[in-house]
């Protein structure tokens, strides 16, 4: 029984009509309606499924969920999965505390040399966690520490062990990470194996301000784990771990010499890769990014305060950048050109949190743009930009929705397009000031991970509907 079926039939109920009366006041044959209910027949065809909500008057909340329970009988698994693991992303992301004071930094209660004695292989888990702290550790109190690593992120003890030397050490160390992109799936579906990786990276980027550098390459992840019995590695100044495909036996080499070949084979293997990720600050740049972020048919975006990118008209964009800084004239046209082709496109997606929409009420401060850039608008701007951007929801114009407090990042911009880049951003309520501003995401499952998931908020629990939405924006007019 699907949650489609399950739900449908809670609202029939609820409503004390019986599948008979139903089938004769909707003209839908009842042994086919049965049979639909209970999983056993063809699913209802869309025009059943509105004589059916018309009938049942049912209230916007309840026909939101209705549809969006009908329109995941025809997603494949993998789309469902990867929609599930980007809300978890951006839930913990949200949940992070980037602000924290760094613990004093720790020191090993034993050194690496101790701790193998005459031993070279570990195996369990429960020891290779205290080896590789061990090593990280070690490599931390090397001038211009830096390692290398080949391990994929799905394993989150390592994941969390990265996050935690950045997060809370607060350590410059240098992290250079190949990940090997799964192509066993079919390369229309969405690879959830490659998007958990992901995940991950996302999350130690984010705290490593831009020492973590991680690249790629595709390879049949099933086929390749089991060729070696040590297929991953990490390399330091003093050691190389190697680790088996499921990190629960580790192997440690520690002579000069095999330091050098892993470093070696490192740096060629690092030929054959792709940049996962891009930084920068540079204002040029992440403008420049937006605009290849914005697909011919669309504009796409999440973040917390609303996007009102569609109306800005030269005349703003000249009294509102400031003119005393060095590249100015270089950002007013690449500006002009930005928001000439946000006014264009036919669909245009924001998505947002209430607490974010106040807080531009209350301010005028954009969160994506430096104060330093550009100024902050005057009350009578404030009010016209929300009045054009509330009458172009309502007619249709812009796609917009309020998503639910605690789901999505507050110092996070998300824009997506089909197949070409992702941008993420963070805005002025990063806590890590002299954090990254920018990344870019260019390898094509995770544009389409992410695309179909910002693609899907409209029919999501997790976002009011567009007369929920207007509601709340109307109040604060």
């Known amino acids: 029984m699907s949650a489609f079926n399950d739900y449908l039939r809670q609202l029939i109920k609820q409503r004390n009509i019986s599948i008979s009366k139903l089938a004769r006041m909707t003209q839908i044959e009842r042994t086919s309606l049965q049979k639909s209910l209970s999983g056993t027949g063809r699913i209802l065809p869309y025009d059943s499924l509105n004589k059916i909500a018309s009938f049942l008057q049912i209230t916007l909340s309840e026909k939101k969920k209705l549809y969006q329970y009908y329109n995941e009988l025809f997603e494949s698994e993998d789309v469902r999965e990867s929609r599930e693991i980007i809300n978890d992303m951006f839930i913990e992301l949200a949940q992070i505390d980037f602000a924290r004071t760094a613990f004093k930094q720790q020191e090993a209660q034993i050194s690496l040399t101790e701790y193998i004695e005459q031993q070279s292989v570990f195996i369990g888990k429960s020891n290779i966690k205290p080896l590789l702290r061990i090593v990280f550790l070690e490599a931390m109190k090397k001038e211009d520490a830096s390692i290398r690593l080949t391990v994929p992120l799905t394993e989150e003890f390592l994941g969390d062990e990265l996050l935690y030397i950045y997060l809370y050490e607060k350590l410059n160390m240098e992290i250079n990470h190949i990940i090997v992109f799964d192509t066993s799936n079919d390369i229309n579906q969405i690879n959830c194996h490659n998007l958990k ?63 050098a070949f892993y470093n070696k084979h490192f740096e060629l293997l690092l030929k054959e890769c792709s940049n996962l990720i891009h930084y920068t600050e540079n204002p040029i740049e ?189 109040k604060y007019i």
């Open 197 to 259: 990786n992901f995940k991950q990276v996302l999350c130690i980027s984010l705290a490593s301000k831009r020492k973590y550098h991680p690249y790629y390459y595709y390879e049949n992840v099933v086929e390749a784990q089991y060729m070696n019995p040590f297929p991953y590695y990490i390399v330091t100044p003093d050691c190389v771990v190697c680790l088996s495909r499921k990190c629960d036996q580790a192997m440690v080499l520690h002579s000069e010499d095999q330091v």
């Open 286 to 474: 992440i403008l420049d990014t937006y605009d290849k972020c914005t697909d011919d048919n669309g504009f796409y975006m999440a973040m917390s305060q609303p996007c009102f990118g569609c109306f800005y008209t030269k005349e703003v964009i000249d009294q509102f950048v400031k003119k005393d800084f060095p590249f100015y004239n270089q950002l007013k046209e690449i500006a002009y050109k930005r928001f000439k082709k946000l006014c264009e496109v036919p669909q245009f997606y924001t998505f947002f949190t209430e607490e974010g929409f106040k807080r531009f009420i209350r301010t005028g401060q954009l969160d994506d743009f430096p104060e330093e850039l550009v100024k902050v608008f005057p009350r009578e701007m404030r009010t016209y930009l929300v009045r054009r951007f509330i009458n172009a929801i309502k007619e249709g114009k812009i796609t917009a929705g309020i998503m639910k407090e605690g789901m999505f990042p507050a110092y996070l911009s998300l824009t997506t397009s089909n197949n070409s880049d992702i941008g993420i951003f963070t805005t002025k309520q990063f806590p890590i000031k002299n954090g990254f501003s920018f990344i870019e995401i260019k390898e094509p499952g995770l544009c389409k991970a992410f695309h179909e998931w910002l693609l899907h908020l409209p029919n999501s629990s997790d976002v009011l509907s567009m007369e929920e939405t207007l509601e709340v924006l109307t």
